[in-house]
C-alpha cells in the first residue's frame, strides 16, 4: 500500500500513525462525528481504498484513536505520579500532580478530549476492546486513594453511603477489595472525586467558566481540593507550579 501522500506522515511515520495523525487533526476541524474515511482520505493525499486496507471502516478508525486518546493522558498521570512519588510527596500531593497534568494533556489535545470526554457520536458504540485503556486514568486516582488510606493520611467521612453496596464487583475489584469501617465507602467516594475532575475539565477546555473565573488555573486547584475533601483527603494549596493554560 502506498500511503508516502500522506501529510501527517514522514520518513519515521508508519501508514497507520499517519492515518490517525490525520484523522486527529481533522477532528478539531470537523468533530468525530463528522470524521469520515473520505476525508481522512482526501486531506491525507491517500485512495480511500488505501485507507479501508488499514482501517474498513470509520469506526474502526475511531476504536483506535480514542484509545490512543485513553493511553496518551493516562501516560501523562502515571509519569507525573512516578515523579511526585520519587519526590517523597504524600497522596494530596500526587493527586494534584496527576490531574494536573490530565489537565495539560487535555488542553493540549482538545480534539481527542472531546471524542473521549464530549457528547457520544452518533451511531458510534465503542468495543470492549477500549475498555483496558480507559480504565487506567481511574486506576491512578485509585491507587492514590488506596496509599492514602494505607497511610493513614485519609480523615473518615461524616457520614456513611447509605443502603446496599452501590457499585459493581469489577469497580471494587480495581479498587483492592472493599476497606473496613469508616472507610468501607471510600470508593464510591472516589467515583464522585472522579466524575468531579472530568465535570471540571469539560468546564475549562469547553470555556464554561471563563466568564466566570479569574484564573482558570488557580481555580482548577481549588475545586480538585473541594472535591478531595469528599473523600478525606488534604491537597496541599499552592503546590508546585501548573504549566497549563491560566
Known amino acids: 500500500m502506498d500511503v508516502s501522500g500522506t501529510r501527517a506522515a514522514d520518513e519515521n511515520t508508519g501508514p497507520v500513525e499517519g492515518i490517525k495523525a490525520t484523522a486527529r487533526r481533522l477532528l478539531v476541524e470537523l468533530g468525530a462525528a463528522g470524521l469520515s474515511l473520505e476525508a481522512v482520505a482526501e486531506d491525507g493525499g491517500l485512495a480511500v481504498s488505501a485507507l479501508e486496507a488499514v482501517f474498513p471502516h470509520r469506526d474502526d478508525l475511531l476504536t483506535a484513536l480514542i484509545i490512543d486518546a485513553y493511553d496518551e ?14 519526590a517523597g510527596a504524600p497522596a494530596g500531593a500526587r493527586l494534584l500532580a496527576v490531574t494536573r497534568a490530565l489537565r495539560a494533556w487535555s488542553f493540549a489535545n482538545t480534539g481527542e478530549f472531546t471524542l473521549i470526554y464530549g457528547s457520544p457520536v452518533p451511531g458510534y458504540h465503542a468495543p470492549q476492546d477500549t475498555v483496558p485503556s480507559a480504565s487506567r486514568t481511574p486506576a491512578v486516582l485509585a491507587g492514590i486513594v488506596r496509599s492514602a ?14 443502603g446496599p453496596p452501590l457499585l459493581r464487583p469489577e469497580a471494587v475489584e480495581l479498587f483492592g477489595g472493599t476497606p473496613e469501617a469508616p472507610f468501607s465507602d471510600v470508593i464510591e467516594r472516589g467515583m464522585v472525586l472522579w466524575s468531579s475532575l472530568i465535570g471540571l475539565l469539560v468546564f475549562q477546555v469547553f470555556s464554561r467558566t471563563h466568564d466566570s473565573v479569574r484564573d482558570e488555573s488557580a481555580y482548577f486547584d481549588f475545586a480538585l481540593a473541594v472535591a478531595a475533601e469528599g473523600i478525606g483527603l488534604v491537597v496541599p494549596a499552592g503546590e508546585g507550579t501548573d504549566t497549563g493554560p491560566h
Open 73 to 86: 493522558s493516562a501516560d501523562a498521570m502515571e509519569q507525573a505520579d512516578q515523579a511526585a512519588r520519587a
Open 149 to 162: 488510606l494505607e497511610a493513614g493520611e485519609l480523615t473518615p467521612p461524616r457520614r456513611a453511603v447509605p
